[in-house]
């Protein structure tokens, strides 16, 4: 529970708090993008201009930030050990924060962002499942 409570606390400061990701509290204004895969195909397309570290923050960076949730959440709370769940739950968990960045204007709104944490969600959900499979062949 703890590990969890810790991994909520660093996504939030990641989220909202991290300067070094163009966070900078002079520059708020509302950003949102709600065209589905436009962002993602821009950070492609312009990856020589923005540089690998900047894509591999954006692309990855939404997938593997979200993993630990699909893969935690499982273990701590038995009643939501089901794909379809944790799916839901992580993309409802992204859609806080997408919204929380909008309304403060910290970031920005992105539906990209939603669909890649999502998928992250859904593969840390799937680390788990393969993890307790193994553990219940040789554990019992």
């Not at 991994?7 to 509290?25: D, H, N, Q, S």
């Not at 910290?106 to 499942?129: C, E, P, R």
Request: proline share 3%; net charge positive; charged share 15%.
């Amino acid at each position: 529970m703890l590990l969890f409570l810790l991994y909520i606390i660093g996504l939030v400061y990641f989220m909202f708090f991290a300067e070094e990701y163009g966070r900078m509290p002079g520059e708020r204004t509302y950003s949102y993008n709600l065209v589905l895969f436009q962002e993602i195909k821009r950070f492609i397309k312009y990856r020589d201009v923005l540089g690998p570290m900047a894509v591999l923050t954006n692309l990855v960076g939404n997938v593997v930030g979200f993993m630990p949730f699909g893969f935690i959440l499982p273990i701590i709370h038995r009643g939501s050990r089901q794909f379809l769940w944790i799916t839901l739950l992580t993309f409802q968990l992204s859609l806080l924060i997408e919204v929380t960045q909008l309304i403060f204007k910290v970031g920005s709104f992105d539906v990209d962002d939603l669909l890649l944490n999502t998928i992250g969600g859904m593969l840390g959900y799937l680390v788990f499942w393969i993890c307790n499979k193994i553990r219940r062949k040789y554990i019992g």
